[in-house]
Nanobody
Framework: VQLQSGGGSVQSGGSLRLSCAASGNLFPFAYMGWYRQAPGKQRELVARITLRGIADYADSMEGRFSISRDNAKNTIYLQMDSLEPEDTAVYYC????????WGQGTEVTVSS
């Protein structure tokens, strides 16, 4: 199973959309989502979504970030708005079936 995603750079207050496409899985993932890890900090949950589209978010992201899922494309998306320099981190795509799978991580840089 492979998880591939894309990131980018943006100025403070801007928006960015991440996508993560899964391949190699025989069955749909029960959960997919995003974690992030800023320099010197632990990896933390950003948002996750179930196969049926039920989403939940970390408190600091709710209202600014929106996760969605296209099961036909085996892909999830993370729309990030009102980005702040504190959102700068490596964002990891994550999926769970009978075990956890991780993407290679993509850098998101928010400049002030």
């Amino acid at each position: 199973v492979q998880l591939q995603s894309g990131g980018g750079s943006v100025q403070s207050g801007g928006s960015l959309r991440l996508s993560c496409a899964a391949s190699g899985n025989l069955f749909p993932f029960a959960y997919m989502g995003w974690y992030r890890q800023a320099p010197g900090k632990q990896r933390e949950l950003v948002a996750r979504i179930t196969l049926r589209g039920i989403a939940d978010y970390a408190d600091s992201m709710e209202g600014r970030f929106s996760i969605s899922r296209d099961n036909a494309k085996n892909t999830i998306y993370l729309q990030m708005d009102s980005l702040e320099p504190e959102d700068t981190a490596v964002y990891y795509c994550w999926a769970r079936l009978t075990r956890d799978y991780w993407g290679q991580g993509t850098e998101v840089t928010v400049s002030s």
